[in-house]
């Protein structure tokens, strides 16, 4: 079955503090996937797609990045967080029956 | 470019009532148009969706009819519980290769008993 796994679940760091939250996906091949972003009291925000290995699109400027290093791996990052960075992240992909999201980390930065 | 307008929200209804959440959206094309529900401290499920015009999308009690005339998506449940307490998202597919979700800022329904 196909499956998105994302963690961890909730994050607190510190301003000016490293991030990377990682998001897999099992049971298919060469998904296109994709980072958003729920700010508090706002709508979900496109962040990034991968539409394969090594391809990024970004959305948003910000000071977040993402890398996809294998096929079914989407990773977002940033070198130092800003408190602006707070929100609730989702990771999905796209496959034959439409969009599957994972569940989410919700990060605070303090 | 393509937009999804949800009207501003909270709802708060009694259980049993009449459930209504506006959404209109600006595409060029034909895309697909989709509602999601996030339930307290969970990610997104699909509801339901239209992949094109005139198609009635259902589920759980939930309808949705894709209105191109009007360029609507409006969410209708004839009677909601408390358990349909959540954030619902309209959206819309980008008909690119890239298949983008674009989504409309959400809505949050509190039903009370």
């Known amino acids: 079955s196909q499956t998105i796994h994302q963690w961890p679940a909730t994050l607190v760091q510190p301003v000016g503090s490293p991030l990377s939250l990682e998001c897999t996906v099992e049971?298919?091949?060469?998904?296109?996937l994709y980072w958003y972003r729920q700010a508090a009291g706002r709508g979900l925000q496109l962040l990034f797609y991968s539409v394969g290995i090594g391809q990024i699109s970004s959305e948003v400027p910000q000071n977040l990045s993402a890398s996809r290093p294998q096929d079914r791996q989407f990773i977002l990052s940033s070198k130092k967080l800003l408190l602006s960075d707070s929100g609730f992240y989702l990771c999905?992909?796209?496959?034959?029956?439409?969009?599957?999201f994972g569940s989410g980390t919700r990060l605070t930065v303090v | 470019g393509n937009s999804v307008t949800q009207m501003e929200g909270p709802v708060t209804l009694s259980e049993e009532a009449f459930l209504t959440i506006n959404c209109t959206y600006t595409?060029?094309?034909?895309?697909?148009l989709f509602w999601y529900v996030q339930y307290p401290g969970e990610g997104l499920q699909l509801l339901l969706k239209?992949?094109?015009?005139?198609d009635k999308g259902s589920n759980k009690g939930f309808e949705a009819t894709y209105r191109k005339e009007t360029t609507s998506f409006h969410l209708e449940k004839g009677s909601v519980q408390v358990s349909d307490s959540a954030v619902y998202f309209c959206a819309l597919s980008d008909q690119s290769n890239t298949g983008k979700l674009i989504f409309g800022q959400g809505t949050t329904l509190q039903v009370k008993p």
């Open positions: 595409a060029t094309g034909y895309p697909s």
């Open positions: 999905a992909w796209t496959g034959n029956y439409g969009y599957t």
């Open positions: 049971g298919t091949s060469n998904p296109n």
């Open positions: 239209a992949t094109k015009a005139d």
